[in-house]
């Protein structure tokens, strides 16, 4: 079955500490991204890809990073940077730039 | 700006319709989405509209696009407890990516 793969689903780490969250999928999508999700709020973008070696920042990308060396795979690292890390996110893919996007199951970091 | 609204709760006995809505502020809008989430789960595309259409169906779904009120709507026929999830609206606007802007979701709650 083609899908969306984020692992872990919950993740827990010390302030201070970087992160790294796995987003993987087998749709063969050229384009992904990672989304932040807080209670009671939509989602905000924070990276996208349109293609391989290619990302860009979203509307909050301060304290996090983002690869895109394989078509499949597209991680985002947390910092300690990052104010306010604990949150869900949620990571998708798209065929191109104008198809719908379609999501993983999500990761819920949280950060004491 | 761009932005998204929606009422935050909706409550529908078991085999009602349920009409959940939107409003949007962006008139140059391309597609409008609906995503559904479950608890602890990522989002679910349900379904979208082109800008240039009025009305789209599939199955129990039914959306309504009114361009001039930039208002837009999502009907569940015979709405079942199984259709308990948050309810999101999104708009893709023109540009050079695929940039959804997400309401903060309407949670449906189905009580028999």
């Known amino acids: 079955d083609g899908g969306i793969t984020q692992s872990p689903k919950y993740l827990f780490r010390k302030e201070g500490q970087n992160v790294t969250l796995s987003c993987e999928q087998n749709?063969?999508?050229?384009?992904m991204y990672w989304y932040r999700q807080d209670p009671g709020q939509g989602l905000r973008l924070i990276y996208y890809?349109?293609?391989?070696?290619?990302?860009q920042k979203g509307d909050i990308a301060e304290g996090y990073s983002v690869s895109r060396e394989k078509k499949e795979s597209f991680p985002l690292t947390v910092t300690s940077a990052q104010k306010n890390p604990t949150a869900f996110y949620l990571c998708?893919?798209?065929?191109?730039?104008?198809?719908?996007?379609?999501f993983g199951n999500g990761t819920r970091l949280t950060v004491t | 700006g761009e932005d998204v609204e929606q009422s935050l709760f909706l409550s529908v006995r078991e085999g009602d319709s349920s009409v959940i809505n939107c409003t949007y502020t962006?008139?140059?809008?391309?597609?409008l989405y609906w995503y559904k989430q479950e608890p602890g789960a990522g989002l679910q595309l349900l379904t979208y509209?082109?800008?240039?259409?009025d009305m789209k169906q599939d199955q129990r779904l039914t959306v309504l696009l009114n361009k001039k009120d930039k208002h837009l709507s999502l009907r569940i026929a015979d709405t079942q407890t199984g259709d308990s999830a948050i309810y999101f609206c999104?708009?893709?606007?023109?540009?050079?990516?695929?940039?959804?802007?997400f309401g903060a979701g309407t949670r449906l709650a189905v009580h028999p």
């Open positions: 998708a893919s798209s065929w191109d730039r104008n198809s719908p996007l379609h």
């Open positions: 509209i082109f800008s240039n259409m």
């Open positions: 999104a708009e893709r606007g023109p540009g050079g990516y695929n940039k959804l802007i």
């Open positions: 749709l063969n999508h050229d384009a």
């Open positions: 962006d008139s140059s809008s391309t597609y």
């Open positions: 890809s349109q293609i391989v070696n290619d990302f």
